[in-house]
């Protein structure tokens, strides 16, 4: 158990809808990031988060969004949801001053 | 801006043969380097990194990888393979406490 806690588990939805993933990160890590998982384009960086505020951003589109909320807790909202937006979403998270990322179990999103 | 190219996106080897998994980086400041293991339906679970220091990283489950900066290379091995050992592979790399950007990965299969 890596201590990273992402809800739902699984996720299907319909297209053109809204949904928003979840990540609590590991107790004290400043640090989230969110990642994409696809059969095609493979394990993409999304966005990065530290301490409520943007640091990094990755190959996100404009209709996804993310932030961080004081609790350090951070969620993923996807939009207009497309069949290609079918994927693994994974957020991790990371210590002040750490390099590594510890990685949460994954959402699995189904868009039908 | 940092990249990873992993050579071959699927290795496979006999139980207890070596397991030499190949990963060479890109990056314009000294480097953070990583492998991570992903198992069928779970989240990445990191195996071991690369800082700064001894260029021989020894990781968990008797895996290890060496930095070698003038061939810009961070290759996994691990002498004799075991048939846990499938899974898939990730090489990362990442310039200090910032976005993680991930190889596209290779899929490691043990035959008994």
């Known amino acids: 158990d890596s201590g990273v806690t992402q809800t739902p588990k699984h996720l299907i939805t319909a297209t053109g809808q809204r949904v928003t993933l979840r990540c609590s990160p590991r107790s004290g890590d400043l640090s989230v990031y969110w990642y994409q998982q696809s059969l095609d384009q493979g394990l993409q960086f999304l966005i990065q988060?530290?301490?409520?505020?943007?640091?990094a951003k990755g190959n996100i589109l404009e209709r996804f969004s993310a932030q961080q909320f004081p609790d350090l807790h951070s969620e993923l909202n996807l939009s207009s949801l497309e069949l290609g937006d079918s994927a693994l979403y994974f957020c991790?998270?990371?210590?002040?001053?750490?390099?590594?990322?510890?990685f949460g179990q994954g959402t699995r999103l189904t868009v039908v | 801006a940092q990249s990873v190219t992993q050579l071959g996106s699927h290795v496979s080897v006999s139980e207890g043969a070596l397991v030499l998994l190949r990963c060479n980086y890109s990056s314009s400041v000294p480097p953070y380097l990583f492998w991570y293991v992903q198992y069928p339906n779970q989240g990445l679970q990191l195996l071991l990194k690369y800082t700064t220091g001894a260029t021989l990283v020894k990781g968990i489950n008797g895996f290890e990888a060496e930095f070698k900066k003038s061939e810009t290379s961070f290759h996994l091995t691990k002498p004799s393979a075991h048939m846990s050992d499938a899974a898939e592979y990730f090489c990362?790399?990442?310039?200090?406490?910032?976005?993680?950007?991930f190889g596209s990965g290779t899929r490691l299969s043990i035959r008994p």
């Open positions: 990362a790399v990442s310039a200090s406490a910032s976005k993680i950007i």
């Open positions: 991790a998270s990371s210590a002040q001053g750490n390099t590594e990322a510890f």
């Open positions: 988060y530290y301490n409520g505020e943007e640091r």
